[in-house]
């Protein structure tokens, strides 16, 4: 018997993110207490997106995506020599 292929909504359009200053602008946000060179503490990647919130515009903000964000932190944890856990 013959199944009918599933429909995948994917994006139509590709989104421009630039990297680099995400990746910048990720590590502002871990490093908020003003030592850009050590993380302090724990924190939650909800919180850590959120705070993205407040560097980008709406329009800029929807092209950047939580896998784009996730995928940048996972660079930075290699980078810096973070510990991820979950």
């Not at 602008?25 to 993380?39: A, F, H, I, M, S």
């Not at 980008?56 to 980078?79: G, M, Q, R, T, W």
């Amino acid at each position: 018997k013959k199944t009918k292929p599933l429909y995948v909504n994917y994006a139509r359009t590709a989104k421009r993110v630039d990297v680099k200053k995400l990746k910048d602008n990720l590590w502002k946000v871990l490093t908020t207490d003003g030592n850009e060179e050590k993380v302090e503490g724990i924190q939650k990647f909800t919180d850590i997106v959120n705070g993205l919130k407040t560097m980008y515009s709406p329009k800029i903000l929807k092209d950047i995506s939580v896998p784009f964000c996730f995928i940048c932190l996972l660079h930075l944890a290699n980078e810096k020599n973070l510990s991820i856990s979950g």
